[in-house]
T-cell receptor, first 116, second 114 residues
Framework: DTEVTQTPKHLVMGMTNKKSLKCEQH?????MYWYKQKAKKPPELMFVYSYEKLSINESVPSRFSPECPNSSLLNLHLHALQPEDSALYLC???????????????FGPGTRLTVT | DQQVKQNSPSLSVQEGRISILNCDYTNSMFDYFLWYKKYPAEGPTFLIS?????DKNEDGRFTVFLNKSAKHLSLHIVPSQPGDSAVYFCAASASGAGSYQLTFGKGTKLSVIP
């Protein structure tokens, strides 16, 4: 089973709303990722969690707040977003993050976010 | 500076023929390469990977070739099927940086014509 699930599939929110995106995997992976993908562009890394600790934040604005409640779950809390934040938000997981190791990342289907 | 380049934005191939998708990279630290397939409004699906100690990896209809001296890799799909129509992303990572850092190309849209 190489499934990463994400909810909701679609989300429309106003600039003053607070919402959360959820991601779940049951592959026993210890690394989880958030990516943002705009149309006709490759995915851009936002955050990396390794063993439930935030290890990478790629200079993402504070209106995006990640959370890893346990090894299977990853959330992305959204607050005061801008219309330019509208994109496909992808979650991914891999066995782990380790120097010298090769681990494929498995992606979820994404949440299509529209900020109005 | 684009470290992973997919110079063909699109490719059309007849059903049953071979599809060849190309990818070039500039960072000599990259030592692990992956191909992902993406349908519209879905997340990328991992297809196949290759480490720099190999020059070929095969999985069913998909074969990836790596030419380290040319910093070039290619994905061959034989025979191509209409269901293969999607955007294909090449990605690379450097093991010294940890496997989290995937650098993606911009993608090639493959259309397989029945």
């Amino acid at each position: 089973d190489t499934e990463v699930t994400q909810t909701p599939k679609h989300l429309v929110m106003g600039m003053t709303n607070k919402k959360s995106l959820k991601c779940e995997q049951h592959m026993g992976h210890r690394a989880m990722y958030w990516y943002k993908q705009k149309a006709k562009k490759p995915p851009e890394l936002m955050f990396v969690y390794s063993y439930e600790k935030l290890s990478i934040n790629e200079s993402v604005p504070s209106r995006f707040s990640p959370e890893c409640p346990n090894s299977s779950l990853l959330n992305l809390h959204l607050h005061a977003l801008q219309p330019e934040d509208s994109a496909l938000y992808l979650c991914a997981s891999s066995q782990e993050v380790s120097a010298g190791g090769y681990h494929e990342q498995y992606f979820g289907p994404g949440t299509r976010l529209t900020v109005t | 500076d684009q470290q992973v380049k997919q110079n063909s934005p699109s490719l059309s191939v007849q059903e049953g023929r071979i599809s060849i998708l190309n990818c070039d990279y500039t960072n000599s630290m990259f030592d692990y390469f992956l191909w992902y397939k993406k349908y519209p409004a879905e997340g990328p699906t991992f297809l196949i990977s290759i480490s720099s100690i190999k020059d070929k990896n095969e999985d069913g209809r998909f074969t990836v070739f790596l030419n380290k001296s040319a910093k070039h890799l290619s994905l061959h799909i034989v025979p191509s099927q209409p269901g293969d129509s999607a955007v294909y992303f090449c990605a690379a990572s450097a093991s010294g940086a940890g496997s989290y850092q995937l650098t993606f190309g911009k993608g090639t849209k493959l259309s397989v014509i029945p």
